[in-house]
Antibody
C-alpha cells in the first residue's frame, strides 16, 4: 500500500524559507513514471497546486509561485522535497504531497495523498 | 487559468436524499480533465471522480459524475452519514491545474 508522509518545521519566520520533505513508502519513486505533486490549503480555504516533479528532476510549477519554489527529488532516500522562499503569512497552509492517478492524461489528478502538515508563518 | 465556480456554497440535506453539486468552468473544457474530490475535516482530499464520470478505485456507485463543456455535476444518489463533507472539483487540462472553492454538504 503506497503511503506518503510530509515532514518539516511547523513554524517558519516571515521572509525565511519553508522546507518540506515527502517520504514515499510502499513504492519506489524511481521505479514509477509519475509526476509527484505538492498541493497546499490555507486554513478554511481551498486547494492550490504548487507544482510537480518527476524522478528525473523535471519539474512543473504553478506560475503564481514559480519565482519562489524549488522542488527536488532524492531517489536513494525515496523522497522528494519542496522549498518555498521569502514566505509571508499568506503561505500559512496545510501542505500535502500526493501522487497522481497515472502518468498520462491524469498526471495532475491525485489519488494518493499524505496526511498533510500545517506550516505556520509567524515571527 | 481556468476558474471553476462551484454551487451551492453549502447544501443542507438529510441522509437518504439525493445531492446534486455543480461545477462551472470559466470556459469550455475537455471533460477528460475534470475531477471531483471529497474532503472531511482534518483529512486529505479523496479522489472520487476523474474524467468527469469515471469513479476512482473503491468509490461507491452512489457517486456519479456527469457533464461537459461549462457545466459539470456530481451526484450522490442516496446520502449516507459518511458522505457529509466538502467537495471540490478540479480541472487539470491546462497549467496550472485549478480547484473550485468547494461545496460543503452538511446534515440538515
Amino acid at each position: 500500500q503506497l503511503q506518503l508522509q510530509e515532514s518539516g518545521p511547523g513554524l517558519v519566520k516571515p521572509s525565511e524559507t519553508l522546507s518540506l520533505t515527502c517520504t514515499v513508502s510502499g513504492g519506489s519513486i524511481s521505479g514509477s513514471s509519475y509526476y509527484w505533486g505538492w498541493i497546499r490549503q490555507p486554513p478554511g480555504k481551498g486547494l492550490e497546486w504548487i507544482g510537480s516533479i518527476y524522478y528525473s528532476g523535471s519539474t512543473y510549477y504553478n506560475p503564481s509561485l514559480k519565482s519562489r519554489v524549488t522542488m527536488s527529488v532524492d531517489t536513494s532516500k525515496n523522497h522528494f522535497s519542496l522549498k518555498l522562499t521569502s514566505v509571508t503569512a499568506a503561505d500559512t497552509a496545510v501542505y500535502y504531497c500526493a501522487r497522481p492517478r497515472n502518468n498520462q492524461q491524469q498526471w495532475l489528478v491525485f489519488d494518493y495523498w499524505g496526511q498533510g502538515t500545517l506550516v505556520t508563518v509567524s515571527s | 487559468e481556468i476558474v471553476l465556480t462551484q454551487s451551492p456554497g453549502t447544501l443542507s440535506l438529510s441522509p437518504g436524499e439525493r445531492a446534486t453539486l455543480s461545477c462551472r468552468p470559466s470556459q469550455s473544457v475537455s471533460s477528460s480533465y475534470l475531477a471531483w474530490y471529497q474532503q472531511k475535516p482534518g483529512q486529505a482530499p479523496r479522489l472520487l471522480i476523474y474524467g468527469a464520470s469515471s469513479r476512482a478505485t473503491g468509490i461507491p456507485d452512489r457517486f456519479s459524475g456527469s457533464g461537459s463543456g461549462t457545466d459539470f455535476t456530481l451526484t450522490i444518489s442516496r446520502l449516507e452519514s459518511e458522505d457529509f463533507a466538502v467537495f471540490y472539483c478540479q480541472y487539470s487540462g491546462s497549467s496550472p491545474p485549478t480547484f473550485g472553492r468547494g461545496t460543503k454538504l452538511e446534515i440538515k
